[in-house]
Nanobody, 121 residues
Framework: QVQLLESGGGSVQAGGSLSLSCAVS????????MGWFRQAPGKEREGVAL??????YYIDSVKGRFTIDKDNAKNTLYLQMNSLNPDDTAMYYC????????????????WGQGTQVTVST
């Protein structure tokens, strides 16, 4: 099993920045691909950024603004979010998968509890 614990959410004004962290524990070798997903009220959960072996993937709406990174020595996943706008408001979830990366949220194995990000105008 893999346990994931997010931190770093909060409230920020549009144009601001936030940094999220996800501590990984347990059978960390199972976290072959890791990612950040988000879910806004009334919307489906969507993938935001994925990372595997140093290769990062982003959805178009966050490219150039968000950066995903993983520190294997610290077993921690990060998401640096810059130039935030109100459309980024959502609960952000850390996720891990024991196979190759996919944007299909239904096939991810492990999820954190989420951390709220709120961006105001």
């Amino acid at each position: 099993q893999v346990q994931l614990l997010e931190s770093g959410g909060g409230s920020v004004q549009a144009g601001g920045s936030l940094s999220l962290s996800c501590a990984v524990s347990g059978d960390t070798f199972r976290a072959y691909c890791m990612g950040w997903f988000r879910q806004a009220p009334g919307k489906e959960r969507e993938g935001v950024a994925l990372i595997r072996n140093g290769f990062a993937y982003y959805i178009d709406s966050v490219k150039g603004r968000f950066t995903i990174d993983k520190d294997n020595a610290k077993n921690t996943l990060y998401l640096q979010m810059n130039s935030l706008n109100p459309d980024d408001t959502a609960m952000y979830y850390c996720a891990a998968r024991s196979r190759s990366c996919t944007w299909d949220r239904s096939s991810w194995d492990y999820w954190g509890q989420g951390t709220q990000v709120t961006v105001s105008t």
